[in-house]
């Protein structure tokens, strides 16, 4: 079909979770394929895995400094892709793999892990760990209209993208996120969506505020992503009804 | 229709029609009534609510608490529960004046509690970030298509749990243990003693023990509820209902046709929809200050804005 946008997708130090969070997105993501996203390549799911030119392509995974095939995989997405998308907590800040420090057979001089925003310039991010399969859907949606879609499309997927646009500006996260940018900022009002949304379940609220257990964070980005007093936009989540029911259509 | 009351499909003045919930309710019982009703009929199989320690005692699974050893729970102190029945949702009927995080149940109600169809009630900012949840599920996997009610309450602002414990126990003089029940409304905060004793205390006293992040917010009367409700605008024992979406369109029909509300036309009502526009720009404009000044709050360095 002439107007499906074409896709890639890079996989690097990651463990496949997003991938499988993709691929959760089941009837969802058969559409997604049959209506508006020719796969060019990707290792688990598609035949071909080598980089090629394409309109979007996401990353899973950060990437091991110390593995020249890494970094010129990245340089390669970057060059041949219109957009990148950083996928999931690694691809974002560097997630769990902020931990490494080599030692491990059978590679043990792979000892550095870089989320890609330090070695490319990314276009959008889609944090979580593991992301969503509804936050991806909501984004491949989106990326689609905004490539795609009627003037008025556009400006509706330029809107819903602009914050998690903006995200790239940030290469690390941390439960000290919500310390430092939301409470130190005393624009914390205690809804608990950061404990909802933290994957290993290091947050509790007392007395109304988010309490972490810093040993626990995995450094995800999502507790942080996910409140609202870390960005809303009015345009976006006051239109919610449409912009659901929209989504929806989209897939059927 | 201005943007200070939010979109909305219909305004009524409503009372619960049960005797029973009357005499736990806030106002007109509208949250309980109507989760109530949505239990009953199976629009939604479990509710996310304010609870408090006495509901705690009798249904430890139902909640999830933080850190604190239980034993030091204080009177007045809200715990989100998950309620599953009409008993439950009367032992948490009424408003706490201090910051239940319900939205932080949200995910696990879905999960241990097994729900797949959540009633949720909660304050704007709780309404805002149930939205959030929806449209950008961060870390809400598998949630947002769940969420089968939510339920807005108007909100000029919170407090923390010190800041209640101050205003009853040093400025009312009353034991928390011994209040039945608060109050904002006529210009005061009313605290109710389980005797009979009533104190009232000026806004004024109050305001220096609100939420600092209270003052950022941007919605007074919960817009993005499904329904959203609060006292303000109706006669006493009677409380405002906005109908916002089609799903709380549908729901608030099927309510009435099961005859769990009365209600008057707003128009009709002292003081009706004049008092809650004035009230909503009111708190729209000190808050858009708060931020404008945020902007400024340092020599050339700036409070961060959330709103993009």
Known sequence: MADKITVGYTHLSGCTGCTVALADNYGGLLTLLDKYVDLKYMPTLADARHIQKVDVSFVEGSVCINDKLAVEEIKETREKSAVVVALGGCACYGNITRFGRGGQQNQPQHEAYLPIGDLIKVDVYIPGCAPTPQMIRNVAVMAYLLL???KEQKDLATKFLTPLMKATETTS???CDLMVKVINQSLCMGCGSCAAACPVNAITMEYGKPQGERDLCIKCGA???QCPRAWYSFDVVDNYEAINEAIMAALQ | MGAELGKYKSCVSARTTDK???????DGGIVTSLFGFALDTGIIDGAIVAANKEFYEKNPSKCILDNSNFEMIEPWRPIPAVVNTKAELLAAAGTKYNISPNVALLKEATRAFGLDKIGIV?????????RKAQLYPIGFRDVGASIALAVGIFCMENFPYQGILQLVEDHAAM???AVKKMEIGKGKFWVYGKRGQVVSLPLKVTH???????HVCLDYVANLGDISTGSVGSPDGWSTVFVRSKIGDS???KAMAAGVFETQPIEKVKPGLELVTKLANEKITKNKKTLEGRATFGVGKALRNPYI
Request: proline content about 5%; hydrophobic content about 30%.
């Open chain 1, 148 to 150: 795609k879609g009627t």
């Open chain 1, 173 to 175: 996260a941390c439960f």
């Open chain 1, 223 to 225: 507790c942080y992503n």
């Open chain 2, 20 to 26: 029973e919930i009357l005499k736990f309710s806030q």
């Open chain 2, 122 to 130: 909660g304050t704007p900012c709780q309404m805002q970030a149930v």
């Open chain 2, 175 to 177: 034991k928390l243990d």
């Open chain 2, 208 to 214: 220096k023990y609100e939420q600092p992040g209270c």
């Open chain 2, 251 to 253: 729901v608030w029909a």
